[in-house]
């Protein structure tokens, strides 16, 4: 008998006002899927039970059933962390701020090895949050700054510096304007619709533009040790979990061929091995505020390995694609 999305999640642990619907595999289209682990969002807390499966025929893992698109913002309140504002750290904002401009450098590093950085450059990020990574390409070299994500009305320093558009990404229209980048950090493993998001990728790119995409990678040496508790999963906000395979294959799907990729990203590494033993040890739930001075202090014990990190494919994947 075929394996039923919507009869398994029945059984599990759900709070009563959540609806499913059945989604499709995200990279070949096929329904045929086995059940590969449960989820739990463990970053924030929250209540629930998430079913992540395999597809039987590429064997692409995605939530399925998933929460309809306009159920989970829910699950994106102000606990998380890319929509934090500045100054919430108290005496440790100092290290924290050093800490987030440096992912911003991370990514700068990335993009410049393969985009043109200048005061002609138009640079459009996807999931922009409150836009540090632009305001940092704009500050330093002076690039056009374009942004999209879900949630507007951030209030953050500089922010008005941002071509910001609200609403998700292939329902945004930008006039005509073409762009030299577009990046997606980790963008395409919360996305409702990947493929028409790589569509519109595909469409509002210049002819030699470059799009850039960091996801967390399934076959990963952190997923390995930490399984269901691995920090990619983050249920219910992950749609997907990409192994290389997948990530390669859904880029060619929409007309992208690789031109780089990266067994590692801006992200730190070091976050998904501190937050994974964590959940591990102490189970869901990580209050940022408490673990903060923890988090630093490991971080500088583990630095003779993490000085390795790019070469040891702990959690991420980054590509750099070109139009077909
Ligand atoms: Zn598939």
Redesign the pocket.
């Known amino acids: 008998m075929n394996f039923k999305p919507l009869t398994r999640i029945g059984e599990l642990d759900n709070p009563s006002h959540l609806n499913f619907e059945e989604v499709n595999?995200y990279?070949?289209g096929?329904n045929n899927c086995e059940e590969f682990l449960i989820g739990e969002e463990d970053l924030t807390g929250k209540d629930g039970e998430f079913l992540y499966v395999k597809?039987k025929?590429?064997s692409?893992v995605y939530q399925n059933p998933r929460i309809p698109v306009e159920g989970i913002k829910e699950y994106y309140d102000g606990e998380y962390i890319a929509h934090r504002k500045k100054k919430d750290w108290g005496v440790l904002t100092p290290l924290y701020e050093w800490a987030m401009n440096k992912h911003d450098r991370e990514k700068e590093k990335i993009v410049k090895k393969h985009v043109k950085l200048n005061g002609d450059t138009r640079v459009l990020d996807v999931g922009c949050a409150v836009g540090t990574f632009l305001l940092h390409l704009n500050k330093k070299h002076n690039c056009k700054i374009s942004g999209v994500d879900f949630k507007g009305g951030l209030e953050y320093p500089g922010f008005e510096k941002v071509d910001f558009h609200e609403g998700l990404f292939y329902e945004q229209d930008f006039k005509d304007v073409q762009f030299d980048s577009v990046t997606m950090w980790h963008f395409l493993e919360h996305c409702y619709d990947p493929n028409q998001s790589l569509k519109k990728a595909h469409e509002v790119l210049k002819e030699d533009g470059k799009l850039i995409i960091e996801v967390p990678r399934l076959d990963s040496l952190t997923f390995k040790l930490f399984g269901k508790k691995w920090p990619g999963v983050q249920a219910p906000q992950h749609t997907t979990m990409f192994d290389k395979k997948a990530l390669v294959k859904i880029m060619e799907k929409n007309g992208f061929v690789i031109e780089k990729y990266m067994p590692y990203g801006a992200f730190p590494p070091y976050f998904y091995i501190f937050t994974g033993v964590y959940f591990k040890l102490f189970g869901k739930g990580l209050n940022l505020n408490k673990i903060i001075f923890p988090y630093f202090f490991f971080q500088l014990l583990l630095s003779p390995i993490l000085l390795f990190q790019k070469r040891l494919n702990l959690s991420m994947q980054t590509v750099v694609c070109r139009k077909i």
Do not use: I, K, L
Request: proline residues 0%.
């Open positions: 595999c990279v070949c096929s597809c025929d590429c692409h």
